[in-house]
């Protein structure tokens, strides 16, 4: 049972933007915080961002000022906007559903998504 689905993904050069989206369709989430996680071949999954219900954000040093997560509680939506792409940035990126309170550093996320990928050429 999917119960975030993320799309947006694709395929961009270098430089380019792309928005994803994580919609949890049976508004299960409504009282949690949502992240945006991602993983690369070969590597570990990392916290890419995050925003509490209450609208409160936190990002990974790595996508400051490049990426910007917000969030529609009337849509259950929250998005993942991405600027200035990098090769870097290519990975399958997972949104994800946590109540912890250490939620803003990527922790006690139980809930996930199915993932996008997201391809940066150079």
């Known amino acids: 049972q999917v119960l975030l689905v993320e799309s947006g993904g694709g395929l961009v050069q270098a430089g380019g933007s792309l928005r994803l989206s994580c919609a949890d369709s049976r508004r299960t989430f409504t009282n949690y915080a949502l992240g945006w996680f991602r993983q690369a071949p070969g590597k570990e999954r990392e916290f890419v961002a995050a925003i509490h219900w209450s609208g409160y954000t936190s990002d990974a040093i790595s996508v400051k000022g490049r990426f910007t997560i917000s969030r529609d509680n009337a849509k259950n939506t929250v998005y993942l906007q991405m600027n200035s792409l990098k090769p870097e940035d290519t990975a399958v990126y997972y949104c994800?559903?946590?109540?912890?309170?250490?939620?803003?550093?990527?922790?006690?996320?139980?809930?996930w998504g199915q993932g996008t990928q997201v391809t940066v050429s150079s």
């Open positions: 994800a559903a946590a109540s912890s309170a250490a939620w803003s550093i990527g922790q006690g996320y139980d809930y």
